[in-house]
Structure formats: structure tokens, C-alpha cells
């Protein structure tokens, strides 16, 4: 349950490549054309990028390291196009470079063998159209440059001839985004899988993202990591949450892991350094608000520390950062920022995700569920800002769950049936779990949990924590009327075993839950998991 900042692999930290450097722009290139129609709803769309990569020397041109490289490729979201405007008419050189405010990014993932591109989305920022979504055009602004870096790396052309001709590795494409650039990048994924575009993309990284297209759209299959600004002034309500939360339409399972990473402090803005003030580009600014705020420094620190491990886990195979996005350490340097992980692996035992409706005495396997009958509040409800059949607003996700409250010593029961108790082939036992800004559950109280396994000869074991601080489950952050957030508890097994060598993996008959003292928390996916 410890996290220590010494554990940790520095993700930040350069590799050994030299970084090249190069840039395209080919102005006007396409119509973005809504299906059904002839009239582009946005036409004459610039393909334009600066790109990055793996060099044999460093600087401009240089030839590309030998072997084939994954691509990486962002977009930014939504800011001024010209100065203090979203004027399209302003002349190049005094365009907003909204692009490269990702640099520091692109920089070290190149140093680690990637090609990694950002994207200039000029013609579809402050560019609403209603024939088409601007989510949707982002979405196929994204795949027409992937369709651009298959033709270099196939057989090469303009502006560069052959220099990355059979360097790119098209069979490991990542795609992150910023803000609206977030909901653009989950919309490039789903519409290559929908329209069979068959672009290998593997992983999706969504950075303070909106999610306000009304074609909502979803990363189940592929691995997924959100990362969030609790002090976001600009999509200050966490709209972006959601896409965690929702896994597939149709309710179908995710079948790949997703995370998330909720930074207290974060605001929208200082992700991108152009939209920052200290770098000295028109209109920046700090959107963030209420107390605890990091530096602007610090939070670019988070994004590398997190975004670059992200893609070297899963399209270079770097398993070493697989405690980081566990929960189970703290990167280098981040050490004093106060940050909660949510994770679902794509292998677990689902005993309870609270999804299957309102019956609170059963689990998602059929097993029973009990509770004592001293608990303050003990029901389920959709734990969203708006709508039914919520408990309060200030949750911010896209999921159904429990809520406990007590306020003398309870428990809750979650049995495992007879053909569901071997769990031998997992590694630990995880949960979703956020305390909730009420009265009934005031700061710093001294409130605890304990978690128990329990088998089917009566053997109990357990393992405690504290609740009522921050370092394991978060108070909602109190600014802005207030975010709860569910952050993911994983207890390794085998913490369960240091008490009792001889418990049974195999024979696993219930969950228990333990409170003292006094709260009220929100629960959701109880499960095995590897």
C-alpha cells in the first residue's frame, strides 16, 4: 500500500537517441465532408505537423536511426487560432502555434525511439461546424496524417523524399490529445475501427479531455490512459471522466486496460507550454483555481512522467513501469503532488461493478450481499453530475455505484459463488473507492477500512488503511462546489497471506469490507485483477 518517489522508473528521463527534427505543411490539402453529402463542412483543411524522431545526429533533416520506429501523434484542443481571436484570416506568421506547446513531450519520446508527431489543427479549432462535429473532424484530421506517414514510410515523397521510408513502424500507432484534442484522438480510434481504416493503433492517451460530441464514442479495445486536472478552469466540471467510465456501447466489458491519473492542483492550460504565460504567447493564461495549485513546471513533469511510460509500456513492451500505473509508486520528482490512480486490467474477476441494476443484495457474479444493519446509508445510485437516481453532484464520472455510510464500526459482505472462489490466478484484489463531500463525512475525521478475504472453512485475513487523510482514497477536491472522484485500492494477495501463509486462493468464499469511525463513501468494481 506504500508508494515511495525512490521506486519508481524516471519516464522523463532522455534516452539515448539523438532527436531530429522535421515539419510538413501542406496547406489546404481536403474537405472534411459529412457522409451523405457533397458540401464540405470544413474545406480546404491544412495537413501540418512538427515532428521528432529517432536521428542519427542530432538537428534538422538528419537521417533516421536504423530500424522501424512506433509513431506517436497529438493534437491539441480548442485556443485562439490568431492573437487574442479565432480568426482564420490572420497571416501565418502571426498564427498561434498551438502545436508545439507539446515539444517537451515530443523531445523525449523521440530520445526513446519514437517518432512523434503534433499535429496543427488551424482549420478545425474555433471552427464548429453544425454538418459536422469538430470532435468528428479532429477525429479524421488525425487519420488523413496517418494516412500521410503510411505512404512516407511505404514509399517515401514530398516534403522529404525517402528519408523515412521503411522507418516508421505503422504497426505500433499511438495517439494522444489535449482538451478537445482528447475527444479527437478517441474519435480517430473509434472511426478506424468503424469504417475498417485498418490503422494499427494501440494506444490512446486523452489529456484533460471534453466530451461533448453527441456521437459518443468509446475506447474499449485498445489500452487507454486519461489523465485529469482536478484544477481544471476550463472544462472545470471533468466532463472527461466519463470517457473512463464508459467502456463500449452496448454495455460489452473493456478488453484492454485503461487508467487514470486525477492531479490535484492541475489546471488545463500549463500542459501546453504556448498556452502558457511564462513562455510569453498571446493570450495564455492560468484557468486554475482554489488551493493546493502546482507549478506550472510540475505539471508538465506529471504529463511526462506519465504520457511517455504510457506508450513505452505499450507499444515498446517497458513492463518496469507497470507499478507506476498501479498506484504503487510515485515518479521521480513528483514526490509532493498529490495524485490518485483509477486502473481496470483487461483480465479480472469482477465480483461486483454494480452495473447490472439496482439490487444491492447481489453481486455481478450472483453471489449474496450483506451488510450490517447499523449502516447510515447502504443503496445504489448513478454516480454522475446530472440526472436520476443520484446520490449528490459532485460526482463527476459516468458509472452506477454504492454508497456506505456509517458511523459506528460496520461491515459489508460480498460472497463469491461455489464455481467462482478460485482466484489463485490473480495477483491482487482492487476497488474503486472516493469519499464523498458531505457533512456526514468531514475532513480529517478518524475514519479506517479494512479488507478481508474470507474462505469457505471461516478463515478471514485482512489488510488496514487509513481513511482519513488523502494518501490512499481522496477527499473530493472542495473548489468549484466540489469533485468526487473514485480512486482504484489495490491490495496485493499476497499482502492477505503475510498474516496467514496457508490461506486457501483456491476456496475464496467472500469480500468483506470493515468501517471504523465515521464517513461515507462511494464503491465501485470490486474485483480480481492481475
Known sequence: MSRSPTDAADGCRPGPDFIGTAEYNFEDEFDLTPAGST?????????????????????????????????????????????????????????????????????????????????????????????????????????????????????????????????????????????????????AEFINRAEGLGFQIEAVNAIAPTDQDPNVRFVPQVPYFLLLAASDGDVSNLQGLRTYDRTSLGGAPVQSEKAMLWVYGANHNFFNTVWTPSFGVACASDDGFGDGRVSEQLQRLVACQSVVPFFRMQLQDASDFGPLFRGEVVAQGLGGVRMYWARQDAVRKEIDNFDTGDDRTTNSLGGAVTASGGLVTFDEFELKASGPDLFNPSFRGFTHGLVLGWSSPQTYESALPAAQRNVSGYSALALRIGQILETANPVDTPRSLRVKLKTGAGVVSSVGFDLSGVESVPYPYESNGGKTVLTTVRIPLADFRKGNAALPLLDIQSVILEFHGTGLVAIDDIQFTK
Not at 498551438?98 to 523525449?108: A, E, K, M, S
Not at 512523434?116 to 479524421?140: H, K, L, N, Q
Not at 523524399?161 to 490529445?177: A, E, P, Y
Open 39 to 187: 458540401t464540405p463542412a470544413y474545406p480546404g483543411v491544412d495537413v501540418r505537423a512538427v515532428v521528432r524522431y529517432p536521428a542519427k545526429a542530432a538537428g534538422a533533416g538528419q537521417p533516421v536511426a536504423g530500424g522501424r520506429h512506433p509513431l506517436v501523434v497529438l493534437l491539441h484542443g480548442n485556443h485562439v487560432t490568431c492573437p487574442c481571436s479565432c480568426s482564420h484570416t490572420c497571416a501565418p506568421a502571426s498564427r498561434i502555434p498551438n502545436h508545439l506547446g507539446y515539444n517537451y513531450l515530443l523531445d523525449v519520446l523521440a530520445s526513446w525511439g519514437f517518432i512523434a508527431v503534433s499535429i496543427d489543427g488551424f482549420d478545425v479549432t474555433c471552427a464548429g461546424s453544425i454538418a459536422m462535429s469538430d470532435y468528428e473532424a479532429r477525429g479524421r484530421l488525425v487519420l488523413r496524417h496517418l494516412a500521410k506517414w503510411k505512404d512516407w514510410h511505404t514509399a517515401g515523397g514530398a516534403p522529404w523524399g525517402k528519408l523515412f521510408k521503411g522507418r516508421v513502424d505503422l504497426s505500433h500507432i499511438g495517439l494522444s490529445g489535449h482538451s478537445r484534442g482528447g475527444e479527437g484522438v478517441v474519435a
